[in-house]
Nanobody, 120 residues
Framework: QVQVAESGGGLVQAGGSLSLSCAAS????????MGWYRQAPGKERELVAS???????SYEDSVKGRFTVSRDNAKNAVYLQMNNLKPDDTAVYYC??????????????WGQGTQVTVSS
């Protein structure tokens, strides 16, 4: 069993910054990818940023240049630094991880989500 837990988030004014943290724990053999999705009210969940074990990153177009994803493999953790936040960034942010629990078995795990609210 693998658990994923986020922390951070909150309320910030437009132009401000927030950071999110996420750690995976449990029966982890290897983590392939960790990252962040978000879901705003009435919208579909969308990928914000991801980071694979080789250091490759992917960002949603609207956050490029403002958000930075980083990872601490030793801690099974991923972070999201969000700068120059905009009201459109308001959403519940979910951490996810693609985890091998054995050398041949992998699955996708999600955190509970953390609210980010950006006021104008």
């Amino acid at each position: 069993q693998v658990q994923v837990a986020e922390s951070g988030g909150g309320l910030v004014q437009a132009g401000g910054s927030l950071s999110l943290s996420c750690a995976a724990s449990g029966s982890i053999f290897y983590i392939v990818v960790m990252g962040w999705y978000r879901q705003a009210p009435g919208k579909e969940r969308e990928l914000v940023a991801s980071l694979n074990s080789g250091g490759g990153t992917s960002y949603e177009d609207s956050v490029k240049g403002r958000f930075t994803v980083s990872r601490d493999n030793a801690k099974n953790a991923v972070y999201l630094q969000m700068n120059n936040l905009k009201p459109d960034d308001t959403a519940v942010y979910y951490c996810y991880a693609y985890v091998y629990t054995t050398p041949s078995k992998w699955d996708e795990y999600w955190g509970q989500g953390t609210q980010v609210t950006v006021s104008s």
